[in-house]
């Protein structure tokens, strides 16, 4: 019987995408496992591949189009004797790898926010499961098969509330928990209903009388910016930011660099500043292990690895790469890893589990001039490094003398709820001392 792939979660914040490009066009055969689509999720261009084998026997969404929900049908495949008229009424469903792997997203018809549960329907009014024909394929997150077997409950018995029919986590919990529901002549409360939307400000309509008559030009927003927008709103609103500033002398700090770059010329290994800021607060996240920590909703999460995040500018957002274990890595491994992972930001080629994670964040707009600013934090993470330009300024040393030296400044944007004040100021001032000690750095 016809098959149809369903567009798929390809990270778990994603929720709709734009199908860019048709690698198949009806008629083709395909394998499992053949990149038969590029699809643009809100941070990245990935491939997508069949899962199941056969021929295309119509393409249902066009390339170019966007926001296209998850698990919408995308194409419909044939089975083998089959023929293009059978596609009025596919039964089975091809579930996309991507797809299988984030339960989350299986749970619903629609996709949830990232970190939503699966809601069952309210007992009382589920209808008993239908009567399964032998040897009719069932439908089941992999997340339900294994709780099911755990609990050792038959699928086959089990109704489920997922897109068509499907069996999910909700549903096995569900009927694990009837007997002894019944046996209380308890009831399952119906899930309740969802938060009212935060006010996001002016209506589009509402601002465009603002200027009416002006000439304007309107820019669509893309994924990308949708996503930046959501979550920096998000940031400012519910995460309660203060902020530590500080000026670091970095004259040390380009001498060693102009030295070790001359050595490794001839390995074709030029460092930057931004190299030696990311080992610097690698090493400070270890010598203040209490920093290395994110806001878990209730309760927080100590990391004991540095897994620092850099942002990167592209065109129409930024992403912010993390480098994992940087610690662990030279000044060398880390320019390279750095440049790989900005190259492939700027082409939005990075794979999900490349920008996200991290407890810890760095923002460096020095190269662009810019003083001194205040970052936003990246939700989880407990803080953010905004770094400025190294200015060549009038200084007093320690003898009183008046001297001139670079100095850069630095300001570390703080999670309260994740770090206190003197525990933010420890963890920038073991910052700055790296970058004024930097040979250090190498010990």
């Known amino acids: ?41 809100d941070k990245a261009t990935m491939e997508f591949e069949a899962v199941d084998e056969g021929t295309v026997g119509k393409i249902l969404i066009a390339e170019g189009t966007e926001g296209v929900k998850v698990n919408t049908p995308i194409a419909v495949l044939l089975e083998e004797g089959e023929r293009a008229a059978d596609i009025a009424t596919p039964r089975k469903t091809a579930r996309p790898e991507a797809d299988k792997a984030d339960a989350g997203a299986e749970a619903a018809p629609k996709p949830q926010a990232e970190g939503a549960s699966e809601a069952p329907a309210p007992a009382g009014t589920a ?17 339900a098969r294994r709780i099911a077997a755990e609990k050792g409950l038959e699928l086959a018995a089990i109704s489920g509330s997922g897109p ?55 820019v669509k927003l893309d994924g990308m910016r949708r996503t930046v927008a959501a979550r920096l709103s998000e940031a400012k609103q519910t995460i309660p930011h203060f902020y530590l500033r500080r000026c670091v002398r970095i004259d040390a700090l380009l001498d060693f660099r102009a030295q070790l770059n001359a050595q490794l010329a001839a390995r074709e290994v030029k460092l930057s500043v931004n190299d030696f800021i990311i080992k610097a607060c690698a090493l400070a996240l270890q010598a203040v292990p209490d920093a290395n920590a994110v806001w878990a909703g209730d309760r927080i999460l100590r990391l004991k690895p540095s897994d620092v ?18 610690h662990l890595k030279t000044l060398s491994a880390l320019s390279a890893e750095m440049k790989d992972l900005a190259g492939r930001a700027r082409a939005r080629k990075l794979a999900p589990q490349e920008y996200q994670g991290g407890s810890f964040a760095i923002s460096n707009l020095g190269m662009y001039g810019i003083e001194n600013f205040d970052a936003v934090i990246n939700p989880p993470h407990g803080s953010i490094l905004a770094v400025g330009a190294g200015l060549r300024q009038p200084v007093v040393d320690e003898q009183g003398a008046l001297s001139v030296a670079t100095v850069m400044s630095m300001t570390l944007s703080v999670d309260h709820r994740v770090i206190d004040g003197a525990l933010g100021a420890q963890f920038l001032s073991a910052i700055i001392d790296n970058l004024e000690n930097p040979l250090a750095m190498l010990a």
């Open 1 to 41: 019987m016809p098959v149809e792939i369903l567009m798929p979660a390809l990270s778990p914040t994603m929720e709709e995408g734009t199908l860019a490009k048709w690698l198949v066009k009806e008629g083709d055969s395909v394998e499992s496992g053949q990149i038969i689509a590029e699809i643009e999720t």
């Open 127 to 143: 209808a008993p499961p239908a009567p399964r024909v032998e040897g009719e394929r069932l439908f089941a997150s992999p997340l």
């Open 164 to 218: 068509r029919g499907r069996i999910v986590k909700a549903d096995v919990e569900a009927a694990a928990s009837r007997p002894e529901a019944a046996a209380k002549g308890a009831k399952v409360a119906p899930a309740a209903a969802p938060a009212a939307a935060a006010p996001s400000g002016a209506s589009a309509e509402t601002v465009l009388k603002m200027f009416e008559g002006r000439e304007i030009d309107e």
């Open 309 to 326: 995040a850099v942002a990167v500018a592209v065109d129409g957002g930024l992403f912010t790469p993390v480098i994992k274990d940087a």
